[in-house]
Structures are given as C-alpha cells and as structure tokens.
C-alpha cells in the first residue's frame, strides 16, 4: 500500500487532537494520513521520507530525533508544557495559551497570532461560564442559609 507524503499524527482520544487533525483534514483531505497517538506508544512504522506535523502530541527527545533522522520534516504544533523543550526544538508553533486545535486551525487558515490567540480566549469563555454554573449547581446545597 503506497502511503501519502503528510502524515499528521494527532493525539488520539483527546478533542483537542482531534479538532487539530480535522483542522488538518479540511486542507489535505485524504492526501494526508492520519494516525491518532497517546503517550507511552510506539512510533509508527512508515515514516522515511515523509513530511510529519504533530499536533497537539510530541514523543520524547528521544524518538523524535530518530524521526528527524528519517523524516524529510517534521512540524510540531503543541502547547502541553510538559514537552516544551521538544517541540521548540522543531519547526512549528508551541505556544501554552491556546490549544492544538487553535494552533493548528490558525495555521492550516494562516490567520494571523493575535487573531487566533483573541479567537482562543473567546472561545474559552463558554467553557469556564458553564463549569462555573456547574460547580454552582454541585455546591449549592452548602450554600443555602
């Protein structure tokens, strides 16, 4: 089976991963493959010579230097702080303010950084409104007078 040339590969079971990949989709379509990844698996086999973005995921140093010595590039678009001395050492975007999804879904539209970081925090607003009203809903029992 002849592989693509882009290979995204995404964190899997994560929605942010998965909104970067589909981010990624709505530009390559099916010329790209997509591999979902979680931390502590094995690098996938098939890498030689292809262009590979990471999104929202990054292995350790260590096996994304055997990568680089394969790979004809390697992007990486991630903002989980834990691997920030890895991903900077890679082309690409890290940025802890804003999720893969945004990080990679401003690139795939090349919208500008301050456009996108606006768009983050926007769209973080929902999110903390509802887990607040949530909170508010589980403690409210310790609240009545």
Do not use: N
């Amino acid at each position: 089976m002849a592989h693509e040339q882009t290979v995204l590969i995404y964190h899997g079971k994560c929605p942010d991963g998965f909104g970067g990949a589909y981010a990624t989709w709505k530009k390559f379509g099916e010329s790209a493959e997509y591999i979902p990844m979680q931390y502590g698996k094995p690098v996938p086999g098939h890498m030689e010579g292809r262009e590979i973005y990471f999104v929202d995921f990054c292995f350790e140093r260590e096996k994304m230097d055997a990568l680089k010595a394969v790979a004809k590039s390697i992007t990486v678009l991630d903002h989980h702080e834990g691997v920030e001395e890895v991903a900077r050492s890679f082309p690409g975007v890290f940025d802890s303010s804003r999720s893969g999804a945004t990080i990679m879904g401003s690139l795939m539209m090349k919208v500008e950084r301050s456009a996108a970081a606006e768009f983050s925090f926007f769209l973080a607003i929902p999110a903390m409104l509802g887990a607040s009203v949530y909170s508010l809903y589980k403690s409210w029992q310790y609240l009545q007078i």
